[in-house]
């Protein structure tokens, strides 16, 4: 675990192929450091929102010692895009100049398949808590956001994660809630060690580590339309979420259990 709070930025320089199994189209780009990303677009459907989810479940991820592809802030010229010839990829690069995220791309990567590779009870109990943490709709059998290289399980996509912040309304009750929809996740058939993984990681989270992941959102992510709250508010009730719904773990806890239960 590295307890560094940074994030390199980089400068897209070229725009490679869009990934089109992605619904936002996320592109395969180089930057200036010569290294390929997988890029999320600001002007992508859910905006701004979808990358700070990205960020902050990535980061959670790295913290707990989960494998996850570095996450970088990449930098659009006001510039780039203008000779595209895709009129849709055209106005998604323009409306994305400025700050967007990507991860380092793992070359020759596959997809990970449930029924290929077996995942150990205490992996898949980590991520399963990581998913019912942060409230990830998006790792089960249809999409699991996960992927081998070199014979490791990595991490990917957390940008469908923490939906309570599309509406904003009632952050507090939100962070209490069991989230049903980790009945649904790839890995909970083997995620036995839920109790132990709880313990763990909750020593794990603490405030300090909550905020400083936190404070690493750009204030230009934070300027909603419609939202008096300035970032550093938004910053705020973010790491309140984070740290009720840590305080209130044995809820989802018990409700991943239950789902467990129930399948086998």
Do not use: C
């Amino acid at each position: 675990m590295n307890d560094n709070f940074s994030i390199r930025t980089v400068n897209v320089t070229r725009y490679i192929t869009p990934l089109r199994e992605g619904g936002s189209l996320p592109a395969l780009a180089e930057a200036d450091d010569s290294f390929n990303y997988v890029l999320k677009f600001r002007g992508a459907g859910h905006g701004t929102k979808a990358l700070i989810a990205e960020l902050l479940g990535g980061e959670i991820a790295r913290f707990l010692g989960l494998p996850v592809p570095e996450l970088v802030f990449a930098n659009l010229d006001e510039a780039f895009g203008r000779t595209e010839a895709d009129e849709e990829i055209q106005d998604l690069l323009q409306g994305s100049q400025g700050l967007n995220l990507a991860l380092h791309y793992l070359s020759g990567a596959i997809n990970f398949d449930p029924v290929v590779t077996t995942v150990d009870a205490k992996l898949a109990s980590q991520i399963v808590w990581l998913d019912a943490f942060i409230t990830n709709v998006d790792r089960t059998f249809r999409n699991t956001n996960m992927l081998i290289w070199h014979k490791e399980l990595w991490l990917i996509d957390h940008g469908a994660s923490l939906y309570f912040h599309h509406a904003f309304a009632d952050p507090a009750g939100h962070a209490v809630t069991p989230f049903g929809l980790i009945k649904d996740h790839v890995l909970l058939p083997q995620a036995s060690l839920l109790d132990e993984i709880d313990t763990e990681y909750k020593a794990i989270l603490t405030e300090d580590k909550i905020r400083g992941i936190v404070n690493l959102l750009p204030d230009n992510w934070l300027q909603w339309e419609g939202m008096e709250q300035t970032p550093a508010e938004i910053r705020e009730i973010y790491v309140q979420f984070f740290l009720l719904r840590l305080e209130n773990s044995s809820i989802f806890i018990k409700q991943a259990q239950n789902a467990r239960q129930a399948l086998i």
